[in-house]
C-alpha cells in the first residue's frame, strides 16, 4: 500500500491498525451479542460446522441484528468439543460444551432470547446467578508468605458480606500471561471477571476494600487498579472455562480460540504486527537476534537448540542469499500442536518468520507443512495473500526498504522429513533423507545457502518475545529453558486437549491439575512424552519437571510436545511394541543401524508379546537399541530406541513377566491370556457359545460350560458376552 511507503513503520503500523479497526467497526458493534463457534479440524469433526449453520438459520428467523456469529480456532479443549461461547453485553461470558443440534435451539430460545442460561449444559458447572469471579495469582510472594494469604483474605471478607455464597467464586491460577513481573512490592494481582478489572492487592484491608467496593458496591477500587496488560488481550476470557485453563500460562496459544483466524484486521487489533513495526523502526537485526538469545527459547520442534545461536549462525556466515524456514510436518501420532496453531492463529507464525528473515538477512522464507493438513494450508494461503495486501509481505515492508515474502510447499506425510536436512531435500524436489552434519543447514542448508528451520510453535514465540521483552519470557520457564510449551494431552486422561504451561510445569500438574487425572478411576501408570521416539515415565516420577534436561535424564525427550497418558489396563511392551513399529515403519533407510536396527528391535518384541522370548531376549534388546541409538545418522534414528529403553529401565519386571513366566500383567497380549468359565458363576445360558466365533466353548444348558483351549483364539467375545461374570480372564 503507498501510504505505507514514508519510511517510518511504526507510523506506517498505525495506519495499519486505524485502517483494521475501521474494517472491524463496520461488522462489530459493542453492544451485540457475540456467539463464538470454534473452526478447526477438531471442531469440524466434533459437528462445529453443523452447530454454526444450526445458528445461523436461529438468528434469520428470529430477524434480529444485534445477535452475530463469531469464528474462532480451537482452544484446545478436545474432549468437550464443539464448545459454543456466548457473550452478552455485561455478563459473564458462558461457554456450552458438546453442542449439538438441538442444544443450540435450547442455547438460542432460553439463553439469548429470553436471558435465562443453561446452567446444566456449560462447561464450568457454576451456580446460576453469580455475579463475579476473582482469579488470584498463586505464584506471587504474598501469596506465600502473608498468613492465611490473599486468597484466604477473599474467602474471609465475602462471607463476612452481604454477598449471596453463590454471587462469588474465588479460585488461584497462573498469571504469568502477563507482559510484567508477576511480584511488584511483594503484591499479589487479582482479576475480577467480567469486569476485566486487574488490581495489585498486598493487605487484608486492601482486599476487604474491593469486596465491599467493587462485588457488593459495584464501584471500582481506582488505587488499587493496575494496568499490566496481559500477552493476549482475550486472556480474561479464557478464564471462563475455569478448570482447564487456569493453570495454563498462553504464550504460543495466546490467540487460539480468540481471534477470527481468517481476518487480518481481527489479529491486528490483538496487537498483531506490532513487534514486526518495532522491529523494523530500530533496524537492527543484531539487536532482534539478541533478544531472542536472552530469552532463551529453544527450538519447540523437539531438537532443544538454542533459537538465538541459531540465528546468529546464519547471520554471521559470509553468503549474502539465506533462507528461512517453518517446519510444520508434525508426523508423530496422538500431536496437534502446530496444527492447531497454523489453524487457530496463522498470523502470528507468519509475523515470526517476517521478523527471523529479517533477523537473519533472509529475503525468501518457505512453510513446509503436510499435504494432511488442508485447513492449515487453506489459511496460511489466506495469511500470505492478506498480508501482501497490507504491505506485510513483498518489497519495502512497512516502508523499511526491507524485503520478504513467503511460499508454502507441501509433504507427503513421510516421518522422516521432520528432520531438518529431509525437509531441505524434499522441499529441492529430491527423496526426503537425512545427510550427515556438519555442515549444519544455518551454514549450508537449502540449495547449498545458510537456512534457518524453525517449528510452528517456536515462530508463534517470537513476536511476543519482541513485544513483550526477553527478561519477561526468561522468567517464565527455567533457568536454561524460558517460556513456556505446547503440549497434545491425550490418552487416558479425563480432559484431553492443547495445554501450555511454563517451563518446569510437573508432569503431575499437567496430567491431574489440567488433564483432571485418570479416566473412569483408573490409576497412572505412566506418562509417554516426545512422540513415537520419546520415552515413557513411570508414575513414580510424575513430579518430573518438564524441560529438555530433565526429560533426557529420564530417559525421555521434550519431542513437539505429544504426551500420551497410560493407566493400569496398557501393556508396557505392547506400548513399545507400537511405538517400534512406527519407527520402523518410517524409517527412511538409508542407514543400516536404523533401517536394520529398528526391524530386529520389532521382532524380538513381537516374539515377547507373542509369548515365545527367551530371557536373553531382554539384554539384547536393550544392547541393540544402545547401538541404534549412538550409530544412527540422524536424530529421529538416534531417539527411535527410546521406547524400548526407557521402558526395559523403569518397567523391567513386566518384561520379565512376559518372558519367563509367560504372562501379560495387564492382559493386554493376546497370546498370553486365556479364559476360563468359572463353573460356581455359570448358569449355562449358552449365550457365550452362541458368540464364539471358533466354535470352542461346550456344554448342556443350564449347566457349566468348558472353554477348549485348543481351539480358542483368545477373541474377547465370551468374556464380553456374558452377563453373570462367569467368564474369568487369566
Known sequence: MEEF????????????????????????????????????????????????????????????????????????????????????????????????????????????????????????????GRKYQVM????????????????????????????????????SGNCLGFSHDNTVENATRVFIRPDKVLYRVSSREEVEKIVESH???????????????????????????????????????????????????????????????????????????????????????????????????????????????????????????????LESDPYSIVEGMIIGGFAIGAQQGFFYIRA???????????????????????????????????????????????????????????RGQPRIRPPFP????????????????????????????SEWFKNIGTEKSGGTKVFALAGKVCHTGLVEV????????????IGGGVANGKELKAVQTGGPAGGLIPASDCDTPVDYDTLAKMGSIMGSGGMIVLDETDCIVDVAKFFMSFCQDESCGKCTPCREGTKRMLEILERITHGKGVPEDIDNLERLATLVQRSSLCGLGRAAPNPVLSTIKHFRAEYEAHVVDKTCPAKKCTALIRYEVDAEKCVGCTMCARRCPADCISGERKQAHVIDQDKCIKCGQCFESCRFDAIKKL
Open 215 to 341: 462485588l457488593v458496591g459495584g464501584k471500582v477500587v481506582e488505587e488499587l487498579c493496575v494496568d499490566d496488560e496481559p500477552v493476549s488481550q482475550g486472556f480474561f476470557d479464557l478464564y471462563g472455562d475455569v478448570t482447564f485453563f487456569r493453570r495454563q500460562s498462553r504464550i504460543a496459544l495466546r490467540n487460539a480460540g480468540l481471534v477470527n483466524p481468517e481476518s487480518i484486521e481481527d489479529y491486528i487489533h490483538f496487537k498483531g504486527f506490532n513487534a514486526l513495526g518495532k522491529v523494523l523502526e530500530q533496524g537492527d537485526p543484531e539487536a532482534v537476534v539478541n533478544e531472542i538469545t536472552n530469552s532463551n527459547l529453544r527450538g519447540r520442534g523437539g531438537g532443544g537448540f538454542p533459537t538465538g545461536l541459531k540465528w546468529k549462525f546464519a547471520r554471521n556466515n559470509e553468503e549474502k542469499i539465506r533462507y528461512i524456514i517453518c517446519n510444520a510436518d508434525e508426523g508423530d501420532p496422538g500431536a496437534f500442536m502446530d496444527r492447531s496453531m
Open 372 to 430: 494432511e493438513y488442508p485447513l492449515a494450508i487453506r489459511r496460511i494461503e489466506n495469511a500470505i495473500a492478506k498480508c501482501r495486501e497490507y504491505g506485510l509481505l513483498g518489497e519495502n515492508i512497512l516502508g523499511s526498504g526491507f524485503n520478504f515474502d513467503l511460499q508454502i510447499r507441501l509433504g507427503a506425510g513421510a516421518f522422516v522429513c521432520g528432520e531438518e536436512t529431509a525437509l531441505i531435500r524434499s522441499i529441492e524436489g529430491e
Open 442 to 469: 544455518a551454514v549450508k542448508g537449502l540449495w547449498g545457502k545458510p537456512t534457518i528451520i524453525n517449528n510452528v510453535e517456536t515462530f508463534a514465540n517470537v513476536s511476543a518475545i519482541l513485544l513483550y521483552g
Open 502 to 513: 511454563p517451563m518446569g510445569t510437573t508432569l503431575r500438574d499437567v496430567v491431574f491439575g
Open 136 to 171: 488470584v495469582c498463586d505464584g506471587a510472594p504474598s501469596e506465600r508468605t502473608t498468613p492465611g494469604g490473599i486468597h484466604t483474605f477473599f474467602e474471609e471478607a465475602i462471607a463476612a458480606s452481604s454477598l449471596e455464597e453463590d454471587e462469588v467464586i474465588v479460585f
Open 5 to 128: 511507503m514514508n519510511g517510518k513503520p511504526l507510523e506506517n503500523y498505525e495506519k495499519l491498525v486505524a485502517q483494521a479497526d475501521k474494517v472491524l467497526a463496520e461488522t462489530t458493534k459493542p453492544d451485540q451479542i457475540v456467539i463464538q463457534v470454534g473452526s478447526a479440524t477438531c471442531e469440524n469433526a466434533a459437528g462445529a460446522e453443523l452447530v454454526r449453520k444450526e445458528f445461523q438459520k436461529h438468528i434469520a428467523a428470529s430477524e434480529r441484528d444485534d445477535i452475530v456469529i463469531r469464528t474462532t480456532g480451537c482452544t484446545g479443549r478436545c474432549s468437550r468439543e464443539p464448545i459454543v461461547s456466548i457473550r452478552v453485553p455485561g455478563e459473564i461470558e458462558v461457554k456450552y460444551q458438546q453442542v449439538d443440534r438441538e442444544l443450540v435451539h435450547e442455547i438460542f430460545t432460553q439463553h439469548i432470547l429470553e436471558g435465562k442460561p443453561l446452567v446444566d449444559k456449560t462447561l464450568e458447572k457454576c451456580p446460576e
